[in-house]
């Protein structure tokens, strides 16, 4: 069983950044791809990047991509997500995800869970 907990989420002004941690419980996270997501008030959850179990692979959505960069340290059990030139419409409550195959781009493909953290840009 793996536990993962995010954090780094707050209000941040457009054109500002933050970085997003997720922390995982379990001595299998270096084997897993891991994800991000994100989910905005009456939209579905969406994919956000990924990135495979050594970090020598990554993933991003076109409308991230060159703004956000995931990244991971296996060591402490944790996966990054820089946002940077954030724009009011990255507000979401962002999700990290764990899979014990491939970071995809489908989130059905995910063992694990997060509960999320809001991040919110203002204009």
């Known amino acids: 069983q793996v536990q993962l907990v995010e954090s780094g989420g707050g209000l941040v002004q457009a054109g500002g950044s933050l970085r997003l941690s997720c922390s995982a419980s379990?001595?299998?996270?270096?084997?897993?791809?891991m994800g991000w997501f994100r989910q905005a008030p009456g939209k579905e959850r969406e994919f956000v990047a990924g990135?495979?179990?050594?970090?020598?692979?990554?993933l991003y959505a076109d409308s991230v991509k060159g703004r956000f960069t995931i990244s991971r340290h296996n060591a402490k059990n944790t996966v990054y997500l820089q946002m940077n030139s954030l724009k009011p419409e990255d507000t979401a409550v962002y999700y990290c995800a764990g899979s014990q195959s491939y970071a995809t781009v489908v989130p059905a493909s995910y063992n694990y869970w997060g509960q999320g953290t809001q991040v919110t840009v203002s204009s």
């Open positions: 990135i495979s179990w050594n970090g020598d692979s990554t």
């Open positions: 379990g001595r299998t996270f270096s084997s897993y791809g």
